[in-house]
């Protein structure tokens, strides 16, 4: 059983933003691979489209935009629960996460 509450088959990337900063995510494949990864950019491995997200965070953060849509007032994720977002269509290609903390572990499980 998966720590994010979810199950099933998907795909998933976790890492730890060091700095306070927006981190950029993408859920589904595109030229770019893990290889490409940045600091504040993530990208996948494989080709698993997104229409269910469940982000988890050690530290309180702000979801800021799904797709490239951002939102009028930040969506507030609290520590160690999962914050899920569901679309039935568009799929969830990217998401911008803001830390509020340094050194906060962001984990993203997508379905």
Sequence with gaps: MS?????????????????????????????????????????????????????????????LQINDIVFTNPITMVADKAHREIRSSPIIHKTVIRTNSTNTKIKVRWF
């Design 3 to 63: 720590n994010f509450g979810e199950e099933g088959e998907g795909d998933n990337i976790e890492f730890t933003a060091v700095d306070i900063a927006d981190y950029t995510i993408f859920l589904s494949h595109n030229t770019n691979t893990s290889a490409n990864d940045t600091a504040t950019t993530k990208y996948p491995d494989n080709t698993k489209t997104a229409r269910k997200i469940s982000i988890r965070v050690d530290k309180n953060s702000d979801l």
